[in-house]
């Protein structure tokens, strides 16, 4: 992958390591969004465009996507509502050595947590403040936006309030309110709302994914969720429904064996089944509200859910719902992962004993 400065990244290939999807080519490589899409094209074909948008909304719906089409779209020699493929700058952005193309997003350090640190930012800046050498602009794209460090923000604030040349600041988070609020006060919001089961679940059909329908109820929205899910397996899923399902008959030693087993898991996957859990108990008000609802998480298994929901109160569902709150919470901190599980267990098995 070609870089300017270090950590900013000019091109993202698919395959490549800091990269969680393929480069997209036009809008038809985005899911849902419609709305937004047509938006988007009628300001880019009119030029009306504002200095700097912000592109918000949960985790793998297709915003950084949507971002980099339009990048691709703005840079285009053709000057119209979609990239046409075929000009000099589309062959560029396409190979990944755009000169008038700048990304960063946050990078890891040892055990540290992932940021976009001030050094990123300035380079990136830097790299992006001179005259557009290709196109009519340059487009600064940060992914990650809410995980600049005070520094870097206020950085990249003094440039937004000031900006030099033609630039267009494209900045995308999953976690809005954790943006600077002076930031976002000087960029125009783009809000992506969850992306409809039956779109996910037909994109996983064309790509042959197995579950589909029961991964696209499972993904909450997200097509990278979806994924990802697609990837994995439902494996811990099912871990997680047997386990609540059987709570009612669970014995001590079947307690300690579960706690031993999920203790030496990692903690995202004991993460992922804690969400499975909450997402089954979500499942079981619904079905003692509505037996024939719709919106299940878990879809393909209803009929074993059903069963376990008509021997279950609806102080129980709260209760256990609470226990999974606390339980994610002690995950978070520094904890002995198995002597919580154990804990957790024998509480949850309570109102069955």
């Keep these: 992958m070609a870089r300017t400065k270090k950590n900013v990244v000019v ?6 390591e800091t990269v969680r999807e393929a480069f997209p080519r036009d809008w038809a490589d985005i899911c849902g969004h419609t ?11 009119a030029q009306r465009l504002p200095h700097a948008l912000i592109f918000c909304g949960m985790e793998g719906i297709g915003k950084r996507r949507t971002a980099r089409v339009l990048a691709r779209t703005l840079l285009c020699a053709e000057a119209g509502d979609h990239p046409c493929g075929h000009c000099a700058s589309c062959r560029t952005m396409a190979a ?3 000169p ?16 976009i640190r001030t050094e990123a930012v300035r380079d990136i800046l830097v790299a992006a403040s001179g005259t557009p050498v290709q ?21 990249l604030l003094k440039t937004i309030e000031e900006p030099t040349g033609e630039v267009l600041f494209l900045l995308v988070t999953s976690a809005y309110d954790a943006v600077l609020p002076t930031i976002r006060s000087r960029a125009v919001r783009i809000a992506f709302g969850a992306l409809p089961r039956a779109e ?22 997200s097509l990278g969720r979806a ?30 064996a579960c706690a031993e087993a999920l203790g030496a898991r990692t903690h995202a996957e004991r993460t992922a089944w804690i969400g499975f859990l909450q997402m089954a108990l979500r499942d079981l008000l619904l079905l003692s509200e509505d037996g024939a609802s719709d919106a299940l998480c878990h879809i393909d298994r209803r009929a074993e859910l059903t069963a376990l929901c008509a021997k279950m109160t609806h102080a129980d569902i709260f209760a256990l719902m609470e226990e999974t709150r606390r339980l994610a919470q002690r995950f978070a901190a520094n904890v002995n992962p198995a002597l919580q599980i154990e804990a957790f267990l024998l509480r949850a098995r309570k109102p069955f004993v």
């Excluded at 996910?200 to 929205?221: C, F, K, M, P």
């Excluded at 697609?230 to 008959?249: K, S, Y």
């Design 135 to 155: 196109s009519n602009r340059r487009i600064i794209l940060i992914d990650g936006a809410d995980c600049m460090n005070e520094t870097a923000a206020n950085r």
């Design 35 to 45: 709305q937004i899409i047509r938006r988007l094209r009628v300001l880019a074909a």
């Design 200 to 221: 996910i679940a037909a994109v996983l059909t064309e790509r042959g994914a197995e579950n589909a329908e029961a991964i696209a109820a499972l993904s909450d929205g």
């Design 100 to 115: 008038d193309y700048f990304e960063t997003a946050p990078e890891a350090r040892g055990k540290s947590a992932a940021m």
């Design 96 to 98: 990944g050595v755009h």
């Design 11 to 16: 091109s993202a290939p698919a395959g490549d």
């Design 227 to 256: 994924y990802a899910l697609a990837e994995e397996g439902l494996a811990l899923r099912d871990e997680a429904l047997t386990l609540l399902l059987r709570l009612r008959t669970l014995g001590i030693e079947d307690i300690w």
